[in-house]
């Protein structure tokens, strides 16, 4: 048998470098070729530096033989780590015969810089044109002499705003760095090894400047949220063959200038003069003798954390696939996709000529631009020609949400090859696939795929096109299992968690936006609306489902440890606001667009109560918090009861007699067994009245398949998925979406737009149906007693016009598939794959139903009928 260890990880990274955590999880997974292959022990060996390990010295840690069958989040015990320490680490394992695999390969982590007292750098900016409304983007450099060979640099890199940075005229790191924090709280560090960017003598940084979310336009909170003006950054560790070491850092010895990005604004788009482009200006030599020097900022509270997001980068590029020339001489693109990101252009034309990209979602029944959704937001990017030929250009701190392009000034005749779409997003690597017999559902999941790389850009935001896109929690909360099955979301989710954590408020509340901009002290957009944040139901509550999502998806304990206070908080505070244990508003978003039903706030409010008590306690006893979830539990029986007592009626009608008030008393636990009858009957009673249609909005739809699933109306679910008529998911692709729309109405063949105050085109809320195709459709389900799918429940469920159904999840052990299809005389197949160091509990549908406990390995089940 071939046994080996592979895909060797430290906190989730390969290879990862500037961390702050002093005792690092490890992760790897087994490749075996045989059926049933589980391990028994492993053996970590741990060094300072790759020569001792090979020699066999594990001088941090040696942890001998540990009869454990973990292969996931196995904590670092050995010695203290070291600032800016390197670490290099292999690990073999024994699998439940007693067979020895060989050594993984050598993978390794670096520490960043673990002591405030170790940043010597100064902040350095610009300082601001006070005639422009829009700043220009401040150009930083500095020079440097390398005169000895150099073993490591590892330059550490943040911002007040967002950076480019440059060696030597290339561009290094990632997009929109250091991402969305609270920054009066803390800010992400980038770690980026530049060790092979250096040459021997001259050598030279160049820094971009952006406001980005610290000094930009944040949603509708306006400008300047945080800070003035950006501010930047940087300390080099370089670390010299012969022993030496030296630093390179911002301060007083930089100089600054303007440039050509006139402004550069997240919202409002970008303005680029290339006439007053500085060439050469990142690179040795460069004349910087009339640039200023930079302003040097005091200081700054905050925390200096590493970076936990995944990057922000240019996953894909796409071309467009038509292109119509307009009657007013503009040309209207088609990228075919509505993509977030940005457009790349190439132009050629005489010195001053401006030409305009503008981006839109959809078009106007006349073919122009629909833009009127757009509100303040302004999504159009202006390049003025330098004339010299060929040039090309694509935008720098801004992104837009689109599908069209309207290119307007343009010089000549443009063709499909003059633009190119950047489609950027933070860069969480496809774990989920899935694909069926139904070309519309098969759309409905790309849709779905395409509203979550559009909208997970450092936070999760709710829009990317609009002057809002901010990180609202209830529509993370309930779109976090989706998210977490179709891409690898462990550190964004984690550091969102922290997100939410730092803007909660001292009574316990979770704000309904994270991070929270000033959104609890925006008293103008709230005064007007007559909402209470920052405690609203089902938005608040995230701060108790997304840590258990991630527990659930990947088994990350230390998430709940870190962040139990808060939950607890938010339960205290919760329990604090009710009238003997019923919660008398507090939903002030109800059930968000819901259509055709008004979900009553005080049955919302109570029910997600419940919901956050009862994974609270559930949280308690992971935690082996024995008292605890024992109070918890019994506080949840109490809601229950308090919440059947107030709202369910003798004939178990629940008050509103929404669909969604159904689900949610059904899915969170709050019934007793006859009203679990009574509460389904009256919900597939209202989905049939309608026309077999759905009413729910952002908090009912996510629970509302399985609701119907879980309770035997399978067949009800699967008519609602595939409904073609209004309002269902099907009607907005019929009508050709290819992201998931903001509410069920953004158009209508009655009514067409729905009001251009809020009408996203790309918002993924009403995705959260995604968790149920992978958990009842394909059947990959995990299970809490054994999170992280280190034991896999496989339970699909066929139903509809499907006649085959093939998914895929590649999970912290590997990669975990399904695949089964009926005939239309009965016979049902079912395959499955589960990967080495899980188990399985395959549940094989039929006339007879089966069940099979089983370990790792393909496994194939045929001729099963599926006829009564």
């Known amino acids: 048998m071939t046994l080996l260890v592979a895909a060797c990880k430290t906190e989730y990274l390969t290879n990862p470098i500037g961390l702050d955590v002093l005792k690092p999880r490890l992760f790897w997974q087994l490749r075996a070729d045989n059926r049933g292959v589980e391990q028994s022990a492993y053996h970590i060996m741990v060094a300072s530096s790759r020569e001792k390990l090979e020699d066999g010295q594990a001088d941090m840690w040696d942890s001998g033989k540990v009869d454990s069958n973990a292969s996931t989040h196995v ?14 680490w292999k690990v ?53 002499e390398i005169g000895k060979k150099v073993r490591r ?4 890199a943040t911002a007040l705003g967002v950076y480019d940075l440059h060696l030597n005229g290339e561009r290094i790191g990632d997009r929109f760095a250091p991402g969305w924090t609270d920054y009066n709280t803390r800010v992400q560090v980038q770690a980026v090894d530049i060790t092979e960017k250096l040459t021997a003598g001259d050598n030279a940084f160049g820094v971009i400047l952006g406001d980005g979310w610290y000094a930009g336009t944040v949603g509708f909170l306006g400008d300047k949220v945080y800070g003035e003006r950006p501010f930047f950054l940087m300390q080099v560790s370089l670390d010299y063959e012969d022993g030496t070491k030296e630093s390179i850092m911002t301060d007083r010895s930089w100089t600054t200038s303007r440039g050509p990005i006139q402004y550069s604004d997240m919202i409002k788009g970008e303005a680029y003069d290339a006439r007053e482009e500085l060439t050469g200006w990142h690179e040795p030599g460069y004349d910087d003798s009339s640039w200023e020097a930079p302003d040097v900022r005091s200081g700054y509270n905050g925390l200096l954390v590493a970076a936990v997001e995944p990057p922000i980068r240019i996953t894909q590029t796409l071309k467009p696939i ?19 990101g940005w457009t790349a252009v190439k132009v050629q034309g005489e010195r001053g000529t401006m030409i305009t990209l503008s981006h839109a979602e959809i078009l106007n029944p006349d073919g122009t631009l629909y833009v009127d959704n757009l509100r303040e937001a302004c999504q159009q990017d202006h390049y003025i020609l330098k004339g010299e030929g060929q040039e090309s250009y694509e935008p720098h701190f801004t992104f837009h949400g689109f599908r069209y392009v309207e290119l307007i000034g343009y010089p000549g005749e443009p063709d499909l090859d003059t633009i190119t779409g950047k489609v950027v997003h933070s860069d969480t690597p496809v774990t989920g696939k899935l694909e069926t017999s139904d070309a519309m559902v098969n759309q409905l999941y790309s849709n779905i795929t395409w509203g979550q790389r559009g909208n997970f850009l450092s936070v999760p935001t709710d829009c990317p096109q609009r002057d809002e896109r901010l990180g609202w929690t209830g529509d993370a909360q309930i779109f976090a299992r989706t998210a977490a099955y179709n891409m690898d979301v462990s550190r964004f989710f984690s550091k969102y968690v922290w997100d939410m954590v730092d803007c909660q408020q001292p009574s316990g509340a979770f704000t309904d936006v994270a991070p929270d901009a000033g959104w609890i002290r925006h008293k103008n957009w709230n005064t007007r609306l007559n909402w209470f944040a920052p405690d609203n139901s089902g938005w608040g509550d995230a701060g108790v489902i997304i840590p258990w999502t991630l527990y659930l998806m990947y088994g990350d304990k230390r998430v709940l440890e870190t962040h139990y206070e808060a939950m607890v908080k938010w339960v205290h505070y919760l329990k604090n606001t009710t009238d003997e244990l019923v919660r008398p508003g507090y939903a002030n978003y109800a059930d968000w667009l819901s259509i055709g039903a ?23 006893g992971v935690l082996g918090k024995t008292e605890d979830a024992s109070q918890y539990q019994a506080l949840f029986d109490d809601i229950a009861e308090a919440f059947r007592n107030a709202f369910v009626a003798e004939d178990g009608r629940i008050h509103g007699d929404t669909q969604t008030v159904y689900v949610l008393a059904l899915q969170f636990g709050l019934l007793t067994k006859e009203q679990r009858k009574q509460a389904l009957e009256r919900l597939v009673a209202d989905i049939h009245g309608r026309g077999d249609r759905l009413s729910t909005g952002f908090l009912g739809v996510g629970y509302l398949l399985p609701a119907l699933t879980d309770n035997g109306s399978l067949d009800v679910a699967y ?43 790309n918002h993924y809320s009403l995705g959260s149906v995604g968790e149920w195709m992978f958990r009842y459709m394909a059947g990959i389900e995990a299970d809490p007693e054994a999170p992280g799918f280190q034991h896999v429940i496989i339970s699909p469920k066929p139903g509809g016009n499907l006649s085959w159904v093939k998914a895929s999840y590649e999970s912290l052990y590997g990669c975990i598939k399904v695949e089964w299809s009926r005939s239309d005389e009965g016979d049902f197949r079912l395959q499955v794959e589960v990967p080495a160091n899980t188990t399985a509990t395959i549940h094989v549908p039929g006339q007879t139903s089966s069940v099979h406990k089983v370990g790792s390995g393909s496994y194939v089940f045929e001729n099963v009928s599926m006829l009564n």
């Open 153 to 156: 640099a590892i330059a550490y």
């Open 92 to 144: 073999r394992i024994w699998d439940g015969a007693g067979e020895v695999s060989a050594w993984s390969e050598t993978a390794f982590w670096m520490m960043g810089m673990l002591s405030r007292g170790e940043w010597k750098a100064q902040w350095i900016g610009r300082k601001s044109e006070p005639e422009a409304l829009l700043q220009p983007s401040p150009f930083l450099r500095k020079s440097f």
């Open 322 to 340: 038509s292109l119509k020339k307009t009657a007013t001489g503009t040309y209207i693109y088609d990228m075919g996709q509505n993509m977030v």
């Open 75 to 88: 904590q670092y015990e050995g010695k203290p780590l070291q600032s800016q320490g390197e670490y290099y």
């Open 719 to 761: 008519k609602l998925l595939t409904q073609e008529a209004f309002p269902s998911w099907m009607y907005s692709i019929k009508h050709g979406a290819t992201t998931i729309w903001e509410r069920w109405d953004g158009w209508t063949e009655e009514q067409g737009f729905q009001t251009p105050s809020m009408n996203s085109f």
């Open 598 to 620: 008004d979900t009553p706030n005080e049955v919302l409010a109570t029910a997600y109560f419940a919901y956050s008590t009862k994974l609270l306690a559930q949280v308690a």
